[in-house]
């Protein structure tokens, strides 16, 4: 079987390849797998160790990720350990301390306390969400353009591996860009990939939009610069997802959105002022509901743009009706549910009806595409045809059409792609050799001459 144009709408697309290439934690259950990681050899980022993957949910009864396991385990180092939905991270004291929040004192503890948790005695346990999360990033030292393309290149050669051609990534940077370019005028850029250019926040913008103008001038047909990509709300498996009632197992909890209604409607303005495209994280269904209810009031002022809301894991058919007058589209990663299923009913309470709404926006007639948010999830076509067989026979409502439509690059005037799939792919397919532009630009190494 032959699939054209092979789309992953939602990636991430150097956090892939930096991935690929840093510690792993996702197998730790129990402190023994910790001690043999930290007596192991690992890469490190100059003074710090980096390392992605750790999930709460897969750990030994009685095990827990904190400041002290790692004061302890990881002596002089400073350490930064990313939870698997990269929403949360867990870090030791050297971190808190730099941060400056290990004392109640600062301006920024005082910002960002709703996403810092505390041990017992009311001092940071070391686990940090959301937007105090993202400020450990800004600690980090920044790559050389020499890293920065190995993770580019591995991250490329991934996903031709998957079978995907054509990409969209949601996190792309300035530096990004810049190695990208490098790599494509050596004639090495062997996919299609759109760019979203981050946004922390509001004060973050005049930066956002003077880069995506400063990348729209060199553009090239493998690399499209196509708008601002925010984060509105968290993640359900941090429980700061933004849902319109308190979650079922911590009732006095209902998540978090990250912006405020009217800097949303600043950026959305500005952005489409300028002729971009506007991307909004939303899991949560409060958090779907006032991106929408923010777009119409946009609208309806007379300007038009392109809005996507990535993830809509849950939401509410009133949202949905809402959705209708916009040039929306709605990007969902039914592999998510491979790895939420085992707590989200759970999580979610009578919400659970909401969840994963493929169906609903197909049949309402929103257009939908599939991805799968890599590195958080793996870019697997199989993952995600398995994911929507199996969330339809646990309650989730099935998709009634071909999954396939919703993988192919609607963007017009784009370099061909061929995957080339043994016949049997629906239910455990491989790759035999995908071609771009003309060109076979990826074999499996056991194939015939590679």
Not at 222 to 242: E, N
Not at 285 to 303: C, F, H, I, T, W
Not at 418 to 423: A, I, Q
Request: charged residues 25%; contains cysteine.
């Amino acid at each position: 079987m032959i699939i054209k144009n092979l789309y992953d709408s939602h990636i991430h697309f150097l956090m892939t390849g930096e991935s690929l290439q840093q510690l792993s934690l996702a197998k730790v259950q129990n402190r023994s797998d910790l001690v043999s990681i930290s007596q192991s050899s690992f890469l490190t980022r100059e003074d710090w160790i980096t390392g992605f993957g750790w999930d709460e949910n897969k750990f030994d009864a009685g095990f827990s990720l904190d400041r002290t396991l790692l004061d302890e385990l990881f002596l002089d180092k400073y350490v930064f350990f990313v939870r698997a939905d990269g929403h949360s991270c867990c870090v030791n004291s050297k971190v808190l301390n730099l941060l400056g929040i290990d004392k109640p004192t600062s301006d920024l503890f005082n910002k960002h306390k709703d996403f810092i948790e505390f041990d017992s005695l009311g001092i940071p346990n070391g686990i940090l969400r959301e937007t105090i999360h993202m400020k450990v990033y800004e600690l980090l030292p920044p790559y050389k353009k020499s890293q920065i393309k190995c993770m580019l290149n591995t991250s490329l050669q991934h996903f031709l591996s998957q079978g995907f051609t054509h990409l969209r990534d949601m996190t792309t940077s300035w530096s990004q860009w810049e190695a990208e370019l490098e790599i494509f005028e050596a004639n090495e850029m062997h996919a299609f990939i759109e760019h979203n250019f981050l946004c922390d926040n509001i004060a973050d913008s005049d930066r956002a939009i003077r880069e995506i103008k400063q990348a729209k001038l060199t553009e090239n047909f493998c690399m499209k610069a196509r708008g601002i990509k925010i984060f509105y709300d968290g993640s359900l498996g941090s429980r700061t997802a933004a849902l319109s009632e308190p979650y079922a197992d911590q009732n006095d909890n209902s998540g978090k959105t990250l912006w405020s209604r009217s800097e949303l409607k600043e950026i959305i303005h500005r952005t489409w002022s300028e002729g971009f495209d506007v991307s909004v994280h939303t899991i949560g269904d409060r958090a779907a509901n006032d991106v929408v209810q923010v777009a119409r009031e946009v609208s309806a002022q007379g300007l038009t743009g392109r809005i996507n809301l990535e993830h809509v894991q849950v939401l509410k058919p009133e949202t949905i009706k809402l959705m209708k007058p916009l040039h929306i589209i709605c990007h969902l990663q039914p592999c998510h549910w491979l790895s939420d299923k085992l707590w989200l009913e759970k999580r979610l309470g009578h919400l659970y009806e909401f969840v994963f709404p493929w169906e609903s926006l197909r049949k309402a007639g929103i257009p939908i595409q599939f991805g799968s948010d890599s590195p958080i999830e793996k870019s697997s076509l199989s993952q995600n045809l398995r994911a929507l067989k199996e969330s339809g026979r646990a309650g989730v409502r099935s998709l009634n059409a071909d999954p396939l439509l919703f993988y192919t690059c609607s963007s017009q005037q784009v370099p061909s792609g061929e995957t080339h799939f043994k016949s049997d792919f629906l239910e455990n397919f491989q790759v035999e050799k995908v071609i771009f532009n003309g060109k076979i630009v990826y074999l499996p190494k056991n194939a015939s001459g590679h």
